[in-house]
Antibody
Framework: EVELVESGGGLVKPGRSLRLSCTAS????????MSWFRQAPGKGLEWVGF??????????EYAASVKGRFTISRDDSKTIAYLEMDSLTTEDTAVYFC?????????????WGQGTLVAVSS | DIVMTQSPDSLAVSLGERATINCKAR????????????LAWYQQKPGQPPKLLIY???TRESGVPDRFSGSGSGTDFTLTISSLQAEDVAVYYC?????????FGQGTKVEIK
């Protein structure tokens, strides 16, 4: 059974960094595209970025709002995907979700974690 | 960016009646080489992550009740709930994964009349 569990969220001051983890089980992490999304309080869904599968070179793409500040990576041996967030601002306050594509090269996000809350405030 | 616009923003439907949500993309999300529309629909209930209902515009995810259906191609898409049940109260989002940045519609809130 596919399971994704996010961790690492919390309260952080503006300008600081935070690293979120997405622990995966039930599948081989490197075989799938893994995405991060976020949802600000009371708002809609926003794509943050993704890391492609090994078959696609494990390259990454990011939303313009986070490009240059956020980095997605993964450690297949630990079955964990990461979202490293630097230079955080209050605009980054949101619940962050990781997700896996439905099948190899399917692209759409079928499996989602429960999310972890990141609050950026002084 | 491909802007996704849903209509209406909210709707109230009687139990057992049909609910229809529309989604319009500013640019086509049909990939002509494989004839697939890179369009998904999600349902989200308060405090929960999004749940995939439909992908490739019209393919129902395993385990999703058949009262949910998706249609459309190119730039215009529809999610239909054929007979609304109490458990269908939620916010629904369309989502294009045709090109980055991936984008979502603003969401449509479905309630019981």
């Amino acid at each position: 059974e596919v399971e994704l569990v996010e961790s690492g969220g919390g309260l952080v001051k503006p300008g600081r960094s935070l690293r979120l983890s997405c622990t995966a089980s039930g599948f081989t992490l490197g075989d799938y595209l893994m995405s991060w999304f976020r949802q600000a309080p009371g708002k809609g869904l926003e794509w943050v970025g993704f890391i492609r599968s090994k078959g696609y070179g494990e390259t990454t793409e990011y939303a313009a709002s986070v490009k240059g500040r956020f980095t997605i990576s993964r450690d297949d041996s630990k079955t964990i995907a990461y979202l490293e967030m630097d230079s955080l601002t209050t605009e980054d306050t949101a619940v962050y979700f990781c997700a896996r594509e439905g099948y190899r090269s399917g692209w759409y996000s079928a499996y989602w974690g429960q999310g972890t809350l990141v609050a950026v405030s002084s | 960016d491909i802007v996704m616009t849903q209509s209406p923003d909210s709707l109230a439907v009687s139990l057992g009646e049909r609910a229809t949500i529309n989604c319009k993309a500013r640019h086509s999300v049909l990939y002509t080489s494989n004839n697939k529309n890179y369009l998904a629909w999600y349902q989200q209930k308060p405090g929960q992550p999004p749940k995939l209902l439909i992908y490739w515009a019209s393919t129902r995810e395993s385990g999703v009740p058949d009262r949910f259906s998706g249609s459309g191609s190119g730039t215009d898409f529809t999610l239909t709930i054929s007979s609304l049940q109490a458990e269908d109260v939620a916010v629904y989002y369309c989502h294009q994964y045709y090109t980055v940045p991936w984008t979502f519609g603003q969401g449509t809130k479905v309630e019981i009349k």
